[in-house]
């Protein structure tokens, strides 16, 4: 049975030689910011102000390491360890005493000592990546002016601006305080701030520790975790080197919110069913078991990296093909213009199964769109939709392809899609939008067409209330006014605020002084359209709502 230890351990002796700190390379990166540097500055701050003895508890560590020996691989605690050097450093540069600016080097590094048999070294080390940016500009003497006075968008890594941030937050604190300040809070540290410091010579106890005692640092998310069973499993130091580099690299690429929700849709193309249970429970056991423990290598070379690439592409429209790629990042702009993602490990696992063909790839992009909108536009609910999805998973894994039915909308489906754009569109506020952009690119006959506008509204041209006597009220009567007001083709785009005087204009001084923008035009071709009529009158209504129907039901074959 391994043996679990765990200490209070004063400041001092945890930046002691009982302790040769190393940050494993399946560890996330440095992630504090200055707000949370700060903070821990302040707490120490108002614990040295209350003038007391009692000890300042700092949180906790979780380490790999055997009894006796200095080498503990930090499991959890990396932000705090790092955190702490950095403050220690900066006190350090500060300070004029030499007596002082060479105890606080002795925490930050471990003197050379030749009786003993121990070289000179630091404390901490950090991942591979970061370590000698880390000892050359922070854990170095006297380095922190040249640390500052680095480029901060030169750093190659996240993790060395955010040590760039967080030294100069904590200089700028700490410069202001008079030295025997700042010797109080050196004091303070040394004597009677402590850490609780849990030890087991045992990775897998310690990443069962690591899950539940996240207290203080950066919280943990499943993917954090996910990574140190993966990379954990990697036995080869230079594979799981390797491998750990790759993650990162797919972690920073897609931005951690992304790429937590990449680990999602990866769950939904294995399992093609929805989450009954939290991800942290679901994903080892419908994903990671059919890696782990003896094929770790390859979730990360042919799972992490290639789903990460796809997701990139979808969300940014960017796949390139020698020729194509136009037609299929058209179909990606148009399917994150729905409300929800659930489209997506559909999408991921087309561009991860057919990456090389762009023919076949516009076709199935093309019908998932149609798909995802139709359900869209019948507002269907989640849990049907999620199933519709999942369904069309399993019968792409069994090779059905374009063929698959669960791609297809069936005789009643397009019959209230259809019945739905006839409808009155404009009360449904979740979809007219959507609606009316996706016709505007149908006109404008450009692909994926998108509009870089902070403000984009939807406008009647026959107003909702149109004054009495006005010449609105002589072209339409009351059941044609309450017939077409809020249909799609009484509807336009505009980029600009709602005027509740200008929407009940006549249609000439309407479409001079609120459709068209100051400078005579127009961006969007729905508008445009409607613009080139002298006159809008319910025939000229009802042509434009069968012209704009026409183009989403042939769009969508409906």
């Known amino acids: 049975m391994q043996k679990l230890e765990a200490h209070e351990m004063p400041l001092y002796k945890v930046f002691s030689s009982d302790y040769d700190f190393r940050i494993p390379n399946y560890q996330r990166p440095y992630a504090w910011e200055p707000e949370q540097a700060v903070q821990l500055l302040t707490d120490l701050t108002e614990a040295l102000e209350r003038g007391t003895e009692e000890p300042y508890f700092l949180g906790s560590l979780v380490l790999v390491k055997e009894s006796g020996k200095p080498r503990a691989d930090v499991i959890d605690g990396q932000q705090r360890l ?41 404390r901490l080390t950090p991942r591979q990546r970061d370590a000698d940016f880390f000892r050359k500009h922070v854990q170095t003497s006297g380095a922190l002016e040249k640390l500052l006075g680095l480029d ?44 609780v410091v849990v030890a087991t ?13 996240n207290s203080r640092g950066l919280d943990l998310s499943p ?6 069973t993966v990379i954990g499993a990697i036995k080869v130091p230079q594979d799981s080197e390797d491998c750990a580099r790759k993650w990162e690299d797919a972690e920073e690429a897609l931005g951690r919110d992304d790429f937590a929700d990449l680990f999602l849709h990866l769950r939904m193309i294995y399992e093609k069913k929805r989450a009954e249970g939290k991800l942290l429970k679901e994903f080892p056991a419908q994903v990671l078991s059919h890696y782990l423990p003896d094929k770790a290598e390859t979730f990360v070379n042919d799972v992490i990296v290639p789903y990460a690439e796809a997701y990139a592409q979808i969300r940014d429209a960017r796949y390139e093909a020698s020729s194509g790629s136009e037609k299929v990042n058209a179909w990606f702009k148009r399917l994150r213009q729905t409300d929800n993602n659930d489209w997506r ?20 992009l093309g019908a998932l769109e149609r798909l995802s909108a139709s359900m869209f536009i019948r507002r269907v ?5 999620v199933t519709r999805f999942a369904e069309l998973l399993r019968q792409l894994d069994q090779g059905l392809g374009l063929d698959s039915p669960a791609l297809a909308l069936t005789d009643a489906e397009r019959a209230d899609t259809r019945a739905r754009l006839e409808g009155e569109l404009y009360l449904v506020a979740k979809i007219r939008k959507y609606v009316l952009l996706r016709v505007d690119e149908l006109l404008s006959e ?10 984009i509204t939807v406008e009647h041209v026959l107003p909702q209330n149109p004054d009495p006597g006005s010449r609105w009220t002589d072209l339409f009567d ?12 009484n509807l336009v785009l505009l980029n600009r605020v709602k005027n509740s005087v200008a929407q009940n204009y006549d249609f000439a001084t309407k479409k001079a002084k609120y459709f068209t923008g100051s400078s005579g035009s127009v961006p969007f071709a729905l508008t445009s359209q409607v613009l080139r009529h002298d006159d809008w009158t319910p025939e000229v209504l009802e042509a434009q709502q069968r012209h704009l129907v026409g183009l989403l039901a042939g769009a969508w074959s409906l």
């Open 201 to 213: 010579p045992d990775l897998e106890s310690a990443h069962r520790i690591f899950s539940v005692m």
């Open 223 to 228: 993917t954090d975790i996910f990574k140190s």
């Open 446 to 455: 450009a692909h994926g067409v998108t509009y870089d506008l902070p403000l």
């Open 345 to 364: 490990p559909a999408a991921l696992w087309a561009l991860h199964n057919h990456e090389h063909d762009p023919v076949w790839l516009d076709r199935f």
């Open 82 to 122: 790092t955190t702490l050097t950095i403050l220690l450093s900066v006190l350090r540069d500060l300070t004029e005493a030499p007596e002082l600016k060479q105890a606080l080097h002795k925490l930050v590094n471990q003197p050379g000592d030749p009786i003993l048999g121990r070289k000179p070294q630091p």
């Open 478 to 489: 009351e059941d044609q006014r309450a017939h077409w007001t809020h249909r799609l083709g």
């Open 381 to 385: 609910y989640t849990t049907p939709r």
């Open 152 to 195: 901060r968008a030169t750093l190659p890594t996240d993790a060395q601006q955010a040590v760039l941030d967080n030294a100069m937050a904590l200089r700028a604190e700490l410069v202001r305080w008079p030295e025997d300040r700042r010797l109080a809070l050196v004091r303070m540290l040394g004597e009677r701030t402590f850490l």
